[in-house]
Every structure is written in structure tokens, then in C-alpha cells.
């Protein structure tokens, strides 16, 4: 057997979320042939599920006068620890305005400014002015200082997703659907492309390009437990750690969402809140206020996490079979409200729990939700290590989140990278010319049909895929989850390190044919495995705390010794990633007091005396 | 009190195999507490059969993937419990759109030749000034145009629907619903007589019997009863016209 088709395209984009198709309309505009690989339709890539909203800084709604891309500059950065990237924060804030504005143009159907006075569901008095009439609105997200998450109703992610891909379908540009990249072809200095399985037929196929973009989303799906979607694996960042030379940046950055609903771990947008939602104890107690007086409920995602669990561990959770959860609150805003602006998430509470936020509290706790790390590139989208590779999106280490991102940020960003990098990419890919190794590419597919045929036959063991990853998954919750300390660190790389052994020995109970399933899991488990350890290991190494990393031996963030950026790299045959470090870039605000959170907590209380 | 014992019958046909034939195969769980469909198709492939085809991405009915025939009605999985279900449970896939494996099927495609053919995109002449503000838009014509466009392209009303049964080429419901979304935005300036053009024929507008068994099974409460006939009535009028 050898590859079943080889296709050759100028620019091959895998993943077809808001990033993947952003840049690919963005480069099929210069002209260029495009290709888009994606595991499902694009309208069901996760981007899809994102009910919030965008951050711009449009300053159209009465609680967003004043706004400008410098106060979002200052919010991002804050957010982000200090830990975010500033030139990558800079451009984003300026070039947001214009990719939501672009948005419009393209139909997305952005809920707009209506005049008049009005009271906010939260009990304030409101009034949006007559001139604003018709301009974009916006609502509160956590972390800011303005009301700037533009949205609709409750579907962003739903409309910006329909919208980009109705300009893909306008432009032409072709989209492979249910089809996974599994490795990338290169040899060490280029980039070629990729070796990709057809989940139709389990045909393995080749995709040639001169350029190669990685925009395959998150990787929650390591944690088992997670808001993000079920194909949200992390494979495109594994198919880019598996080279050896190019690195992933601030993996130990990960999200936890305050409020997703257990058991399904199905996210409560973070606009239940914006728009007054109360957090409340077992007691039915308001606690937030308690311990960030400033921001409450809205203080940034990492804080309002730690404060959660934290008042779980003093005994005022709610005890379940499941595990302690506390109570999000929104029935004063109103059943209008909730049964409208709030719909989509009125419906899962219901659909799920049968329950009605309207008269019913909804059980709410923290839980894996945003990949901060990913493939490290650097302000135009290039791929460290490798020439000819780009990432964009949740996969990529871009870096303007550092080390919490801010709610809003996240569709943002993807939209944003997608039209500079897009623009990147083209410019690269025009100046390029192809050279295609066929001897480099024969090697590639033969190693892929080897690992295959050894899964199909138990070559090397008749390890099962489904309790590695159910332990694996284990083992980043119990060890690596919101609070973190040294020996559970340890406990957890070594465990990995031993999964990752055993993943080596990896046998099909199926029959593996076609486009199975069980194959499709066990090609995907061992570097799964690897971006586990390079979470949990970037994550021991770290001693301090910064942002969502929040270790219990080191409670303090420590720029002198850590305002550094973490770069893993996989080299063949290891046990561990190697860890490398980078200084991150604060070239406009020096590093400061976020104003929420426990360090703030800290100044105020030794100012008191 | 002891849970109850599930009995499900799954479709199973892998169309890639040469030798595989379509048959009924049956597997027996226990029901947990909140139990969906999501959690037991994973249970029964992760535990009894690896090799079972489905499709799941959000879990949280909203993308689309997962509608199947579940005891003969079409629905979303992941978001039915096995509680609201009998303990005798029959699942198969979609009809209308091509089998992929199991209860696996290509509504993607399908969706995909649906935008292509309606042309389900802004038309307009206006460039994009990147240096001007957004073009303003009441917020009720902005509530107005998500309406139709929450369908989430699960393909339930299509499959339910007695004419998509039987011609290839109707865009069913989920179609003319699409094209409804266009019609009441402001930015595509589309006329009557060009949308006449993509609906108004057998296979859109006029195709449709009007028995509304699409409207009944949309999981998401999209109103396609009053989105198709305010489409058929436009058409209808762009049709004495032309
Ligand atoms: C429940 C939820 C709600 C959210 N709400 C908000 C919000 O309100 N505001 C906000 O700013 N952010 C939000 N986020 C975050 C935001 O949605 C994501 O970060 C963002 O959508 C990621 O977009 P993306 O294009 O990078 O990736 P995705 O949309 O995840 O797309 C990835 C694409 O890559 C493809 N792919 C993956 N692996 C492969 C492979 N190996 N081969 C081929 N294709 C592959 C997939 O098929 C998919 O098309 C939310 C996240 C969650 C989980
Ligand atoms: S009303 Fe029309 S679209 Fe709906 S099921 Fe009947 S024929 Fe199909
Ligand atoms: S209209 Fe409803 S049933 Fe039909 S495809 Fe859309 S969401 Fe599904
Ligand atoms: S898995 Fe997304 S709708 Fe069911």
C-alpha cells in the first residue's frame, strides 16, 4: 500500500475552525490555490460552540465609552500575568476593530446599540446614546475595564463560524472534510506538508504545499473532563511537536472556566455573569464579593477559578456523587432575559439537568476550558523550527494570552491572527517555490502504513488505547488541575512518562479497517502522552505562579527569575521534553498589580497597614 | 433501586468493507444517573465494540453532528437522555444522506452542495472599507436574521421530511430556511426575481407539501413553519411578477 492520492496546493490549512478559514480566505484573496483539512464540516469545528463573544474596543455601548484599543492593551496584558507577548498584544488590539467590522460586512448579524435609557438586568441605569444608534454593541466579560465583548444574542461563535465559511464557500476554496492530518512531512529545515488518514475510507492521503498552516484548535480533550469539544485532541500541535525542532510555547498555561456544569462539563458562558449572574455557596451565600471586593464575579477567569475552589475547600460546595459544585445564579435577571439573551445556555440547563435558570439554580464548577500554549511562532504566524509552517488559532503559541486569557479574547484572536497571518502567508507563499523531496515523502507515508499495520496486527502489544487515555486523563486532573504543587507534579510526569511507554505498545482490539475508529484513537493516544508531559513537566519546572499556574510551594509570581516564556521540544527516541526558555517581551507596561487576585489582595491588605 | 438494563440495537454497515452487510446488532448496558446517548455510544465502543462508527463534537446540541433515527424519530443524541427513552432502544442512521459507516452519515456534504446551489452568502457590490465604521443595522433586523440562522445543519428536518425522502435534489426545510436568512438581511441585495432563481421550483419553495413534519422534529426550535411560509409567499408574488 502507498499513499491513495497525492494532492499539490500553494497553501494547505489544517483545521477549518475561525482561524484555519480566516487565513485561508485570507490567502486565497492573493490568489493563491488553497486547501483545508479538517476532522469535520467546518461548521461543526469548536469554534462553532463559542457563545460569548468577541473583544473590540468599538466603545459604541454606554458602558464602553472611553474605550480604545490602549485600555484592551492594558486588560490583555493584566489578564495575561505579564505573560503575554506586548507587540503580539499591541497588533491585536489594533487590528481587532477591523476584523469585527469586516465581520459585518460579511453578514455576521452582531446585535446593534438601540437608543434610549434602560436598566441592566444587574439593577443598573443605562443610557445608549442616540449617535450610536445601530453600531455594534457590547456586553460585560471578565477582566475588562469596558464593556467591549461584541456578540449575537447568543450564538457568536455559531454566526462568525456561518459567516467565514459562507466567504470559503463563496471564494471557492476547497475544504476536505474528515480528514486528520497525522504527520507532517519535512526534513528537519522545510516544511512539505502533511500525510493525512480519510476518516471515510482510512485511505492514507498526501497534501503538498508551499505553505502549511497549523490551526487545529485546543488540546482540553487530555484533560478528559473539559468544556471544549470531543475532537479537541490537540493532534495538529502533536504533529508539529513530533518533528524534534519545532518547539511549543507556555504549555503549563491552561484555563480553567469558573463555570462549566457538571457531569457533562458543559460551559455556562461566561455572559451569564456579564450580565449579573451570581456565584452562591451551598448556603445559598454570595461569596465572591467576599474575596475579590472590586471585581466579584468578574474578576479575570484564573482568580475567579482559585476562589471557587478554594471556598470549596473550606466545606461550602455542595456535596454530589460527582464531587463538590457550587450554584450559578440568574434567576433575577428576569425569565425575558434568560429565555433570550441567555437562550442557548437556558437550554443546555434545561436539555441536561431539566432545570430552568429562570426559578432554578444552575450546578456549576471549574474545569478545563483554553489552551494558552501551543506551537510557538513568532508576530507574523512563522513556526518556530521549521520553514514553510505556520499556526494560528487555539494550536498556536502566538502569544497574546500568556498566561490567562480573557474571555472574548480567544474568537477574537482567531479572526484577527487569521487576516495578519493570512496576509503573512500569502506573502511568504508567493516567494516561494516548490520543491518537493519525493524520496522525503515516500519515507513519510511508509512510517504512518507501519504504524498502522503494527497497531492492526498487535505487532508490538496488545496495550488497550481506551485505558491509557482514561488514565492519562486521570492524571492530568488529579495532579495537574488548578492548584498545583512539586510532588504532585512529579507524581504526575513520572505516571505519564510511564503511559508513554506503555503507549508504545498499543494493539487494536478491531479489526482496523476502513476508517475505524479505535485506529484513529491509537494513532492519536502517544502524542496526546507528549503534550501531557510537556503540560505537567513545563508546569513542575515553572516555580512560581503566574496567571492560570498557580502552584501552592511557590504562591507568588516571580519576574525576576520567570518573566521567560517556556519552549518545549520533543527530540526523537526521549522520555521527556527538553526545556528551553525565551525572555517575553514587555516593551510597554512593566510588569504590575493585576488590580483582582490574590497577589492584589496581598498589597492592599500590607498598604491597610 | 437497582438501574435498569438497556437493550440497544444499533444499524451496523461499513460500506468501505467488501464483505460487510448491513444487519441490526444489540448491546446491553446499564443505565447510569443523567445518562445520554453521547455517554452510552462511547461506553458500548469504548468497552464492547471499538469498532462502532458515530459521530459527537460539542456534546451539548449545538453543532450539528450527532442526529440519528432514535426509536424512529430523528434527534439529536447527545442531548436524549436514556431516562426519556424506553428500555428498548433502536438506532439508525439518517436517511437522505449518504452512509458513511454506522451511524455515521455525511450531512456535511450535503450542507455543503445546499450553500453552493442557493448561493448562501452576502451578495453585494460594496467593497470593504477597513478605515470606515460598520454600517448600521436596527437590532430587531439583527435578531431577526439570527433567527433563522441558529440552524445548526443537524439535517432532523430533512430526514423527517417526505419529499427529501424521495427527490434527491429538494433542499428541504434547513434549505429554505438558509435562504430565508438571506431575504431579511438588508446587506444582500439579492432581488425577489434572482432569489425566484434558487427557490422558486420543485426543489425549493415549491416542493415543499406543507405537512410540517420538518418544523416537529427540529431540535433547536427553529420556527420553520412560519420561515417556510413566509418564503412561499414572496415567492409566490415574485412568481406573478416575472
Ligand atoms: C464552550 C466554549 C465556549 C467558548 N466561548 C468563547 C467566547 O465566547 N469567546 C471567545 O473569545 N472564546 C471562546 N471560546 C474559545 C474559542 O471558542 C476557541 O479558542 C476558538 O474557537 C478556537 O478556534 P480555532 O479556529 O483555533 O480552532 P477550532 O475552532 O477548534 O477549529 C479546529 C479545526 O481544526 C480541525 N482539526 C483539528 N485537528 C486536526 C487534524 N489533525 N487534522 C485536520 N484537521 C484538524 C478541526 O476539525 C477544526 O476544524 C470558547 C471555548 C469553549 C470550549
Ligand atoms: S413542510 Fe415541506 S419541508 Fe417540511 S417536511 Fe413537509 S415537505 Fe418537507
Ligand atoms: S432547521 Fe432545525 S432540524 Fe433542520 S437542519 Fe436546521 S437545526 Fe436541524
Ligand atoms: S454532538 Fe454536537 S449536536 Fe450533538
Redesign the pocket.
Known amino acids: 500500500m502507498s499513499a491513495k492520492h497525492t494532492h499539490i496546493t500553494d497553501v494547505l490549512i489544517v483545521g477549518a475552525g475561525l482561524a484555519g478559514e480566516r487565513a485561508a480566505v485570507e490567502a486565497a484573496a492573493a490568489g493563491l490555490d488553497v486547501v483545508i483539512l479538517s476532522l469535520v464540516p467546518p461548521r461543526r469545528s469548536h469554534s462553532t460552540a463559542a457563545q460569548g463573544g468577541m473583544q473590540a474596543s468599538l466603545a459604541n455601548s454606554a458602558m464602553g465609552k472611553g474605550d480604545s484599543p490602549d485600555v484592551h492593551f492594558a486588560d490583555t496584558v493584566k489578564g495575561s500575568d505579564w505573560g503575554c507577548d506586548q507587540d503580539v498584544a499591541r497588533l491585536f488590539v489594533e487590528k481587532v476593530p477591523i476584523a469585527i467590522r469586516q465581520l459585518a460586512y460579511w453578514g455576521v448579524p452582531w446585535n446593534r446599540v438601540k437608543a434610549g435609557k434602560y436598566k441592566h438586568p444587574n439593577g443598573m441605569e443605562l443610557e445608549d446614546t442616540k449617535d450610536k444608534e445601530g453600531l455594534i454593541t457590547a456586553r460585560n466579560f471578565g477582566g475588562t475595564a469596558k464593556w467591549r465583548t461584541c456578540y449575537t444574542s447568543d450564538g457568536t461563535g455559531h454566526t462568525v463560524q456561518y459567516t467565514m465559511d459562507s466567504v470559503v464557500c463563496k471564494m471557492g476554496i476547497a475544504v476536505h472534510d474528515r480528514m486528520e492530518a497525522i504527520s507532517l512531512i519535512h526534513d528537519g529545515v522545510n516544511c512539505y506538508g502533511v500525510v493525512a488518514r480519510c476518516l471515510r475510507t482510512g485511505d492514507l492521503i498526501v497534501y503538498l504545499a508551499k505553505a502549511t498552516v497549523i490551526a487545529s484548535g485546543g488540546a482540553g480533550r487530555l484533560y478528559g473532563a473539559s468544556t471544549n469539544a470531543v475532537i479537541c485532541e490537540g493532534t495538529g500541535t502533536a504533529i508539529a511537536f513530533d518533528t524534534g525542532v519545532v518547539p511549543l510555547g507556555n504549555m503549563e498555561a491552561v484555563q480553567f472556566h469558573p463555570t462549566s456544569m457538571p457531569p457533562t462539563c458543559i460551559l455556562m458562558t461566561e455572559g451569564a455573569r456579564g450580565d449579573g449572574g451570581y456565584l452562591l455557596d451551598k448556603n445559598e451565600y454570595r461569596f465572591m464579593p467576599d474575596y475579590e471586593p472590586e471585581k466579584k464575579e468578574l474578576a479575570s477567569r484564573d482568580v475567579v477559578s482559585r476562589r471557587m475552589v478554594q471556598h470549596m475547600r473550606k466545606g461550602l460546595g455542595v456535596e454530589t456523587e460527582y464531587g463538590p459544585h457550587l450554584w450559578l445564579d440568574i434567576r433575577h435577571l428576569g425569565r425575558k432575559h434568560v429565555w433570550t439573551n441567555l437562550r442557548e445556555i437556558a437550554n443546555i440547563a434545561m436539555n441536561f439537568l431539566g432545570l430552568d435558570p429562570a426559578v432554578d439554580l444552575v450546578p456549576v464548577r471549574p474545569t478545563q476550558h483554553y489552551t494558552m500554549g501551543g506551537i510557538r511562532t513568532n508576530i507574523d504566524g512563522y513556526a518556530y523550527g521549521l520553514k514553510g509552517l505556520f499556526a494560528i488559532g487555539e494550536a498556536a503559541c502566538w502569544d497574546m494570552h500568556g498566561f490567562n486569557r480573557l474571555g472574548g479574547n480567544s474568537l477574537a484572536e482567531t479572526c484577527t491572527a487569521g487576516m495578519i497571518v493570512g496576509e503573512q502567508v500569502a506573502k511568504y507563499t508567493l516567494g516561494a517555490a516548490p520543491a518537493f523531496n519525493y524520496r522525503l515523502v515516500d519515507d513519510a507515508v511508509k512510517k504512518d502504513e507501519e504504524r498502522i499495520a503494527n497497531l492492526i496486527a498487535g505487532k508490538n502489544g496488545k496495550e488497550n488505547v481506551y485505558e491509557l487515555r482514561k488514565a492519562m486523563e486521570e492524571t492530568l486532573n488529579e495532579h495537574v488541575h488548578i492548584f498545583r504543587n512539586g510532588p504532585s507534579l512529579e507524581t504526575a510526569v513520572s505516571r505519564l512518562q510511564e503511559l508513554h511507554q506503555r503507549a508504545a505498545h498499543l494493539g487494536l482490539r478491531s479489526s482496523g479497517l476502513g476508517a475505524n475508529p479505535e485506529l484513529a484513537a491509537a494513532l492519536r493516544l502517544p502524542g496526546m502522552i507528549r503534550l501531557s508531559l510537556a503540560i505537567a513537566y513545563g508546569a513542575l519546572m515553572r516555580t512560581e505562579s503566574r496567571g492560570s499556574h498557580a502552584r501552592e510551594d511557590y504562591p507568588k509570581r516571580d519576574d525576576v527569575n520567570w518573566l521567560k516564556r517556556t519552549l518545549a521540544y520533543w527530540k526523537a527516541g526521549a522520555e521527556l521534553p527538553t526545556l528551553d526558555y525565551e525572555p517575553v517581551k514587555c516593551t510597554e507596561m512593566p510588569p504590575g498589580d493585576r488590580g483582582y487576585g490574590e497577589a492584589s489582595a496581598r498589597n492592599a491588605a500590607s498598604k491597610e497597614k | 433501586m437497582s438501574n435498569r438494563q438497556l437493550k440497544i440495537s444499533v444499524f451496523r454497515y461499513n460500506p468501505n468493507l467488501p464483505d460487510d452487510k448491513p444487519r441490526m446488532q444489540e448491546y446491553q448496558l446499564e443505565e447510569q444517573q443523567g445518562m445520554t446517548l453521547f455517554v452510552a455510544l462511547n461506553k458500548i465502543r469504548e468497552e464492547l465494540d471499538p469498532s462502532l462508527m458515530f459521530d459527537f463534537v460539542c456534546r451539548a446540541a449545538i453543532c450539528?453532528s450527532c442526529a440519528m433515527m432514535i426509536n424512529g424519530k430523528p434527534r439529536l443524541a447527545c442531548k436524549t437522555l436514556t431516562k426519556d427513552l424506553p428500555s428498548e432502544i433502536t438506532l439508525m442512521p439518517l436517511p437522505v444522506f449518504k452512509l458513511v459507516g454506522d451511524l455515521a452519515v455525511d450531512t456535511g456534504t450535503w450542507f455543503r452542495d445546499l450553500q453552493v446551489r442557493t448561493e448562501a452568502w452576502v451578495h453585494t457590490d460594496k467593497e470593504f472599507d477597513s478605515q470606515a465604521l460598520e454600517d448600521r443595522m436596527d437590532n430587531e433586523t439583527a435578531l431577526a436574521i439570527y433567527e433563522p440562522e441558529r440552524?445548526?445543519?443537524?439535517?432532523?428536518?430533512?430526514a423527517s421530511c417526505v419529499t427529501a425522502n424521495i427527490r434527491e435534489d429538494f433542499i428541504g426545510?434547513?434549505g429554505i430556511?438558509r435562504v430565508a436568512r438571506f431575504m431579511v438581511d438588508p446587506r444582500d441585495k439579492r432581488s425577489d426575481a434572482q432569489y425566484f432563481e434558487v427557490v422558486g421550483n420543485e426543489d425549493g419553495t415549491f416542493g415543499c407539501v406543507g405537512l410540517m413534519a420538518?418544523d416537529d422534529?427540529?431540535?433547536?426550535q427553529?420556527p420553520?413553519e412560519s420561515q417556510l411560509a413566509w418564503v412561499r409567499r414572496k415567492m409566490a408574488l415574485a412568481g406573478l411578477k416575472l
Request: charged share 5%; hydrophobic share 35%; with cysteine.
Open positions: 450539528g440552524c445548526i445543519e443537524c439535517g432532523c428536518c430533512v426545510a434547513a430556511n420538518c422534529s427540529c431540535p433547536i427553529v420553520l
